[in-house]
Structure formats: structure tokens, C-alpha cells
């Protein structure tokens, strides 16, 4: 098998993977046939995640680098770098750092609709920071291009599918924060708003 189709063939078994285990559904039952609270699950969730990611990132080793970006430039896109994994800890502080990664136990309740800071531009900030990281690399290889294509129909995909299942959890009130707040791309204000 070329490399290339090994690469394509783990993300795909990682993108399956990490959207079933989040099904809400399928959540509850795991928790119960397993045993685990939700912070143990999210927990759980998190660290196979991220051991499966490194399984596909360890694929298709020796690949074409089509771009390097020289000098001064290379600083300055590895710096937009870090401010994008800077921004994503402020997006998660803003919603719960500690719970998102499983540290942090949840309470009954605690799920609620955030539409201020980071959630106030667009309505997946995290997905956008990601494609930013994603897009700024500043070695742009085979490997890394089509792990940016991919990752980034998966981002879509699965905010497609995340909108519907906040649709029904918040109902009307999310409805109005999808009619305020674009979906992945911020809105750029052309004109200052008046002064009415």
C-alpha cells in the first residue's frame, strides 16, 4: 500500500473513531457498560484521541516538501503559530480547560451556551484556530498539505453535525446565535457601525 493511502486510511480511522465515541448517545452507553463517570470518560476519550493522532502523524514519513517559507518569514508564520495555540487555551479557559480535557469533573447542569469572548467571533473558534495552525506551517510538505485538506473537511463535517446536536440541545436560543455569529469565518466590518 503507497504510503500516501496508509496516511489517509489512519486519519480516517481516527476521524471515525473520535466522532463515535463523542455521539452523545453512544457516550452513555459506554459509560455504562464501562463504568466510567463523565469526567473519566472525557479523560479517556482525550488520551486515545491523541495516541491515535500520533499513529496517523507517524505515517508517511519521507514526503515532497512543496514550500519553505525562508527567513524572517519562517519566524513570523511559526509565531502566528503559537499565538493560535495561545488563543485556543483562552478559548478553553473561557469554557472550562480543565473539564474539556477530562481533569475536572463535570456537574449536573453545567452544560450551557457560551456566546461571548472567542464564541462571539465565530461559533467553532477552536476549529478555526486548529485550521490556522494548520495553514501556517511554514514547511508546507505532501504529508502536511493533505493532513491540512483532510483535517479540514473533517472540521467542517463535524461542525456541521456538532450544529445540529446544539440545535437541539439549546433550541431557539442557539438559532439566534447562528443568525448573529458566522460558523467558521469571521465576518470583516467594512464600515464602522453607526452611531444611532
Same mark, same amino acid.
Given at each position: 500500500?503507497? #504510503? !500516501?493511502?496508509?496516511?489517509?486510511?489512519?486519519? %480516517?480511522?481516527?476521524?471515525?473513531?473520535?466522532?463515535?465515541?463523542?455521539?452523545?448517545?453512544?457516550?452513555?452507553?459506554?459509560?455504562?457498560?464501562?463504568?466510567?463517570?463523565?469526567?473519566?470518560?472525557?479523560?479517556?476519550?482525550?488520551?486515545?484521541?491523541?495516541?491515535?493522532?500520533?499513529?496517523?502523524?507517524? $505515517?508517511?514519513?519521507?514526503?515532497?516538501?512543496?514550500?519553505?517559507?525562508?527567513?524572517?518569514?519562517?519566524?513570523?508564520?511559526?509565531?502566528?503559530? +503559537?499565538?493560535?495555540?495561545?488563543?485556543?487555551?483562552?478559548?478553553?479557559?473561557?469554557?472550562?480547560? &480543565?473539564?474539556? %480535557? &477530562?481533569?475536572?469533573?463535570?456537574?449536573?447542569?453545567? #452544560? !450551557? %451556551?457560551?456566546?461571548?469572548?472567542?464564541?462571539?467571533?465565530?461559533?467553532?473558534?477552536?476549529?478555526?484556530? &486548529?485550521?490556522?495552525?494548520?495553514?501556517?506551517?511554514?514547511?508546507?510538505?505532501?504529508?502536511?498539505?493533505?493532513?491540512?485538506?483532510?483535517?479540514?473537511?473533517?472540521?467542517?463535517?463535524? +461542525? %456541521?453535525?456538532?450544529?445540529?446536536?446544539?440545535?437541539?440541545?439549546?433550541?431557539?436560543?442557539?438559532?439566534?446565535?447562528?443568525?448573529?455569529?458566522?460558523?467558521?469565518?469571521?465576518?470583516?466590518?467594512?464600515? $464602522?457601525? !453607526?452611531?444611532?
Amino acid at each position: 500500500m503507497p #504510503d !500516501s493511502l496508509d496516511f489517509i486510511l489512519r486519519f %480516517l480511522i481516527f476521524a471515525a473513531v473520535h466522532s463515535l465515541l463523542a455521539i452523545p448517545r453512544l457516550k452513555q452507553q459506554l459509560r455504562e457498560l464501562t463504568g466510567l463517570n463523565a469526567h473519566w470518560y472525557r479523560l479517556t476519550y482525550n488520551v486515545l484521541s491523541l495516541v491515535l493522532f500520533g499513529w496517523v502523524v507517524l $505515517a508517511w514519513q519521507s514526503t515532497r516538501v512543496i514550500y519553505l517559507v525562508p527567513g524572517v518569514w519562517n519566524l513570523v508564520m511559526q509565531g502566528l503559530q +503559537g499565538l493560535s495555540l495561545i488563543a485556543m487555551l483562552l478559548c478553553l479557559r473561557q469554557t472550562g480547560l &480543565g473539564r474539556f %480535557l &477530562g481533569f475536572t469533573p463535570e456537574s449536573a447542569g453545567q #452544560d !450551557s %451556551l457560551t456566546t461571548t469572548g472567542c464564541h462571539a467571533v465565530v461559533r467553532h473558534p477552536l476549529y478555526l484556530l &486548529g485550521l490556522l495552525f494548520f495553514l501556517l506551517n511554514p514547511v508546507m510538505t505532501t504529508r502536511w498539505l493533505t493532513l491540512t485538506v483532510i483535517g479540514t473537511a473533517y472540521v467542517i463535517i463535524g +461542525g %456541521l453535525v456538532e450544529e445540529r446536536r446544539l440545535l437541539r440541545q439549546f433550541g431557539t436560543s442557539y438559532a439566534r446565535y447562528q443568525q448573529n455569529v458566522p460558523f467558521l469565518l469571521p465576518r470583516l466590518r467594512l464600515k $464602522a457601525p !453607526s452611531a444611532d
